[in-house]
């Protein structure tokens, strides 16, 4: 089943430990984006990537990493988290212009 | 930059009703329009798209033509069901290599028996 996988799926923790979300993608895309949810602004995009090592900003990459060492791995890390980066993230993946999202994380930073 | 904007909700329907969430957009170019569907606890699902003006997309009995004289996307559904209460979001992708899409903020359908 093609599909796009994140973990975990809920996430508590406090401020300035680092964390990692993982998302993989079983569709051989080479595009693959990380968004964030807030209530009352839609989805906003935080970085993507076009390729393995190929990683760009988006909207709101301030507080984010990620990396692109593999096509099917696209993790997101939060070196300090901070409790405005409380939100649920979805990723997505693309072969063409349209997006496939994961289940999504729900994070909470206290 | 690009935007888009939808009709807040909630809205709130008896089954069986004729469903209309409007959606416009602000955007240079030629985009490509979305509408994506988000269950309760769940991510989001593809609903339907269209890729060029006069196009119109449909899937389990929803709606949208993409309008560029009016820069419009609305959705509709000429028969609601509970099964449709969710949240719908209007989204739009340019054809940059960036991809993103930008979402409206959402439109909550509440439907009841």
């Given at each position: 089943e093609a599909q796009v996988t994140q973990n975990p799926r809920y996430l508590i923790t406090v401020t300035?430990?680092?964390?990692?979300?993982?998302?993989?993608?079983?569709?051989?895309?080479?595009?693959?984006?990380?968004?964030?949810?807030?209530?009352?602004?839609?989805?906003?995009?935080?970085?993507?990537?076009?390729?393995?090592?190929?990683?760009?900003?988006?909207?709101?990459?301030?507080?984010?990493?990620?990396s692109r060492k593999e096509k099917r791995n696209f993790p997101l890390i939060l070196e300090s988290p901070s409790p405005n980066q409380t939100s649920l993230y979805f990723c997505a993946s693309s072969s063409t212009n349209e997006q496939y999202f994961g289940p999504g994380t729900r994070l909470t930073v206290t | 930059g690009d935007s888009v904007t939808q009709m807040e909700g909630p809205v709130t329907l008896s089954e069986e009703a004729f469903l209309t969430i409007n959606c416009t957009y602000t955007a240079t170019g030629y985009p490509s329009l979305f509408w994506y569907v988000q269950y309760p606890g769940e991510g989001l699902q593809l609903l339907l798209k269209a890729t060029k003006a006069d196009d119109k997309g449909s899937n389990k009995g929803f709606e949208a033509t993409y309008r560029k004289e009016t820069?419009?996307?609305?959705?509709?559904?000429?028969?609601?069901?509970?099964?449709?209460?969710?949240?719908?979001?209007?989204?739009?992708?340019?054809?940059?290599?960036?991809?993103?899409?930008?979402?409206?903020?959402?439109?909550?359908?509440?439907?009841?028996?």
């Open positions: 300035g430990k680092k964390l990692t979300v993982t998302c993989s993608q079983n569709m051989n895309h080479e595009y693959m984006s990380w968004y964030r949810q807030d209530p009352g602004l839609g989805l906003r995009q935080i970085y993507y990537s076009m390729n393995v090592e190929v990683t760009d900003k988006g909207d709101v990459p301030e507080g984010y990493k990620v | 820069t419009s996307f609305h959705l509709e559904k000429g028969s609601v069901q509970v099964s449709d209460s969710a949240v719908y979001f209007c989204a739009l992708s340019d054809h940059t290599g960036r991809r993103a899409l930008t979402f409206g903020s959402g439109t909550r359908l509440q439907v009841q028996p």
